[in-house]
């Protein structure tokens, strides 16, 4: 059968540094083809590169047979390529059939819109996808589900014939997925093709029929989904060997437990959405806490579960102190918990405030005297953070933004550090810093235990986890489904764990 | 850090080095005008360019921290218009019912602009929108359209009309200590430092625990406070109320904050640039007169306005040049 899309070989690099090497992508006309890969793996470059968004450094792409190279997401869409995007690029505005029809409207003989046709037209579009809604309302009063179903109908009305799908699930519950998928299958009836791109390994297995899997900007494996289960699709984004990875989580799973002391931290039954739902874990003094997982597990949503930032459905939060749940991260600040946060950009700096002024803004409570800042005692903080961390600046007065990634990362563990608490929350606290720093960062966070403190550790490195974790949480889905010792714990066990199906124990 | 006692001093250069435009531009007028016009310098010219500027001064301090926190307030005009009202009926009473009455408004007016941006999460264009018409008409109702004349026979005249020592007049010396005051809350409080924070990333000031929303109703506060002072100094110095006043006050006030540096998109700012931002535009009002004085050349109010929008185009891309200079040398 003649390739609808075949990608060989991609290159394309930013600003020196590959994200794509040697990636390659073949779809078949009527296929629900998935692509899969950790986080910056090179997923969304590729079909970037496919769609017109970014122009490729090398390498082949045909569409039908014939060499293509889309010059923009128009150029793409005009070509038979329709990208629905997790924002989507619809207008809420407007009503559904406006959407829908919007640059291609029917016309009536005097040039004007023919807005009968056009909601028959849009009210037909969405009824194959066994969708009834009156389609004179606005897109924004229906919810994210039918939206999306919008967005595909209007794909499909262009004459689509590939249908790209990024991270589709990610907003739906599990009966808005069950329509999407069902129109997922219609899509594959009527020989459009889909590209399907998801972290929810699960759902691969109700509706693709090939998966491509890719790993640091290549292309590693392509599979029949019949002939493949979670456990090989894990081991083929990971790099390791299935057999490995069964075999030593069997032995490590269960091995002796380290000297702990109070408990500061417990979580029963946590559950805050669809991301997060069912949470359970302790902390206690003197001890590293890995959360263990593959992105979108419920690791992140953890974190701000205990930080107050979403708030309980289900289930209870002690905190240090005794207190439950917080309801703002003032509370959690002020039961003893610090939380460095994964986007160090958008959560942790301030940007045009100088070092000093980042580094003391959770403690500026603690600061007053007379009304104002204490200024001295702010300088000696600063001081000393400065030294101990190793914080290398010109200027302690100088704006954050143009220090290093490592060295701002320094700067926001001491931002934490001086409010001396006693559970530190680090969200991929070595992510983008180089290996020096990443080490003196690892030292800090050691030494901090060392003092007494307590740390819950989010990491997608599992090298990191393993190395620092007294214990690791494993979560899959939104669960905490096992617990594994520190002690002897060897990253194949740990991958093990996380790519562990309950209900099919691995042989 | 070698040297602690340098700490505080790069503190402040480091912060306010990116505003220097606005002391070059003002500078090179000051000299200007002195070495042309021969009453430039003289005492008359430096009371009564101060004692009109002090109201523009005062709204820009309170803009600015609204601005800060990457907010914008643009009901300050008719805020100032209505306390002016305010200020007049209450004169007979003296200057201090007058100026806390006018002032107390200035504070309703915002407050009622932090209930609908803060607990109401309006956009701040739209909510301090709402109470800019209605300080509008607020202002007329409470006139009558007419101005309202302040009592002569009362102390409320001299806070706008004499001065407190040589050329200073009082206004000018309230908005120093206003200036001084806002100056310490926002370099040495924590209140200051939220204000910038959450102008740089209300996203992380909330996950650090900042006091988000008690700053944010400040501000609000605060520059009501500000206009209704300007409403005060309004009508000591002219010697009404005037329902009539105060169009286009915000753009004035918004275009020196940004003059002095501060970012629209809030997280940067400095008060003592703010001050030198509304010295600058008052001060191209001041030189235009003069130039008209001598009668070379004569240049109508719609003109003058052509100008000072030419110079303030002028005077933040020279900012923009010294910033780029300034983060080159970093």
Known sequence: ?507 | MANTDMFDLRGMVGRHAQMSGVWVALAAMIIFGLLRYENFGSAYNLGSFLNYNSMFIIISLGMCFVIMTGGIDLSVGYVAAFTSIVAAYLSPWGIVPALIGGVAAGVAFGAVNAILIVPMRLPPFIATLSTMLAAKGGALVISGKQTVAVDWESSFTKLGMEKAFGPIPWTIVLVAIAAVVLWIILERTALGRTVLAIGGSEEASGLMGLKVTRAKVFVYLLSGGCAGLAGVFLASGFGAGQPLEGTGWELTAIASVVVGGTLLTGGLGSIPATVGGALLLGLVFNLLNFENGRGTISLSAYWQMVIRGGVLFAVILLQARMNKSADRAN
């Open chain 1, 1 to 507: 059968m003649q390739q609808l899309v075949s990608m060989r070989q991609v290159r394309k690099s930013f600003a020196g540094v590959p994200a794509l090497r040697d990636a390659s992508l073949e779809i078949v006309p009527g296929e629900v083809h998935a692509l899969i890969g950790q986080n910056g793996a090179g997923k969304s470059t590729l079909i970037k590169c496919l769609t017109g968004v970014h122009r490729r450094d090398g390498g082949q792409v045909s569409l039908s047979g014939r060499e293509f190279a889309a010059d923009s997401p128009r150029d793409a869409q005009d070509s038979g390529i329709a990208t629905i995007y997790q924002e989507l690029n619809l207008v809420p505005l407007r009503s559904v059939t406006e959407n829908i029809v919007m640059g291609a409207e029917p016309k009536n003989r005097l040039g004007l819109i023919d807005w009968p046709a056009a909601h028959r037209r849009a009210g037909e579009m969405l009824s194959r996808f066994g969708i009834d809604i009156d389609v004179r309302q606005r897109l924004g009063r229906y919810p994210a589900a039918i939206q999306q179903l919008v967005a595909i109908a209007r794909a499909v009305s262009l004459d689509a014939r590939l249908v790209i799908m990024d991270e589709p699930t990610s907003s739906l519950d599990d009966r808005e997925i069950e329509t999407l998928f069902s129109v997922v299958r219609n899509l594959r009836a009527e020989g459009i093709s889909v590209l399907y791109v998801s972290h929810f390994l699960d759902e691969l297995f109700q509706i693709c029929d090939r998966v491509t899997v890719m790993r640091d900007g290549c292309t590693v494996a392509v599979r029949e989904i019949a002939r493949t289960d979670k456990l090989g699709l894990i081991a083929d984004m990971l790099g390791r060997d299935r057999n490995e990875i069964s075999a030593s989580g069997m032995t490590a799973l269960d091995g002796p437990r380290g000297e702990v002391g109070a408990e500061i931290l417990s979580l029963g039954h946590v559950a805050t959405g669809r991301s997060l739902r069912d949470a359970s874990l302790t902390v206690r003094q003197g001890e590293i806490v890995g959360l263990g997982g593959l992105l979108g597990s419920g690791r992140t949503e953890t974190a701000r579960a205990i930080f107050g930032l979403d708030s309980l459905k289900h289930g209870e939060i002690t905190l240090p102190g005794g207190g439950g749940a917080p309801r703002s991260p003032a509370d959690a600040i002020a039961a003893g918990i610090g939380f460095v946060a994964e986007d160090r950009k958008a959560e942790g700096i301030v940007p045009d405030m100088s070092v000093r002024e980042n580094l003391t803004l959770a403690l500026l409570p603690r600061l007053r005297h007379a009304g104002g800042i204490d200024t001295r005692r702010e300088r000696e903080i600063v001081d000393h953070f400065i030294r101990a961390l190793g914080i290398k600046l010109a200027s302690a007065d100088q704006p954050i933004r143009q220090l290093s990634g490592g060295n701002q990362q320094k700067v926001l563990l001491a931002r934490w550090l001086a409010t001396r608490p006693d559970l530190l929350i680090l969200d991929e606290p070595t992510r983008g810093v180089d290996v020096g720093a990443k080490r003196e960062i690892q030292a800090i966070i050691r030494d901090f235990v060392a003092d007494g403190g307590a740390v819950l550790l989010i990491s997608s490195e599992f090298e990191e986890i393993v190395e620092g974790a007294d214990r690791v949480i494993v979560m899959q889905e939104g669960r905490s489904v096992s617990e594994l010792p520190g002690e002897g714990l060897t990253e194949s066990a740990l991958i093990a764990a996380i790519a562990h199906v309950p209900d099919e124990v691995p042989a």
